[in-house]
């Protein structure tokens, strides 16, 4: 079975800076995805970024990035220039490539970014 | 992405009444998934929804309590049966779009007195 561990519960960082959500994950798959969304107070769900895991490139989307090491099983979510918006809740998560869609979820980071 | 609506919003429900969640999408979608958050909690999957057949339900959730239907390939519904406080919880739903990704639903937030 898969597992994701995110064990952070809360981080903050000051505006403008870069804080660094990690993640760690267990599979025996070679094919699978990983993702980040974010959950802002309103509580809709927001994807952040999408990595392959067939892909050795890290993902970026913007002021977000990912490293993304294979070996380590390690998903780490990096936000430069933080933003207050930013504020949210963070989950990680896994999905197979194969088999269905269903995707598992870590238990979350929540950060707060400081004026 | 997809555009995805939840109806209600939100509510509060007295013990042992049920309420039933819509979830709209803007197109046509495969599958439809629906989500447990607990207070504080990450998220749960309950079930898998396809157009045309029973939903597909993970291990600690059943039928009689979560039925599902999905009658076409726009719009799936979740009943909360027989509710407890135990089922104060977001339930959201959320489809993949042919990429390997979810997207979600803005969620229903219930609250079981």
């Known amino acids: 079975a898969q597992t994701v561990t995110q064990s952070q519960p809360e981080m903050s960082v000051q505006e403008a800076e870069t804080v660094t959500l990690s993640c760690t994950y267990d599979t025996s798959e070679n094919n699978y995805y990983l993702f980040w969304y974010k959950q802002p107070p309103s509580r809709q769900m927001i994807l952040v970024i999408r990595q392959e895991a067939y892909k050795q490139q890290n993902a970026t989307e913007n002021r977000f990035s990912v490293n993304f090491q294979k070996a380590a099983k390690s998903f780490s979510l990096k936000i430069s220039d933080s933003q207050l918006g930013d504020t949210a809740m963070y989950f990680c998560a896994f999905m197979k490539g194969t088999g269905g869609f269903k995707t598992i979820f870590g238990a979350g980071t929540r950060l707060f970014v400081k004026a | 992405s997809a555009v995805i609506s939840q109806k209600p919003s939100r509510d509060i429900c007295q013990r042992g009444t049920s309420l039933t969640i819509q979830c709209q999408v803007d197109?046509?979608?495969?599958?439809m998934f629906w989500y447990r958050q607990q207070p504080g909690q990450s998220l749960t999957l309950i079930a898998t929804?396809?157009?045309?057949?029973?939903?597909?339900?993970e291990s600690g959730f059943v039928i009689d309590k979560f039925p599902i239907s999905r009658p076409n390939l726009t719009f799936s519904t979740l009943t909360v049966s027989n509710m407890s406080p135990e089922d104060s919880s977001i339930y959201l739903c959320?489809?993949?779009?042919?990429?390997?990704?979810?997207?979600f639903g803005p969620g229903t937030r219930l609250t079981v007195l």
């Open positions: 197109s046509q979608v495969t599958m």
């Open positions: 959320s489809v993949d779009r042919g990429r390997d990704t979810q997207y």
């Open positions: 929804a396809n157009q045309g057949s029973e939903a597909t339900y």
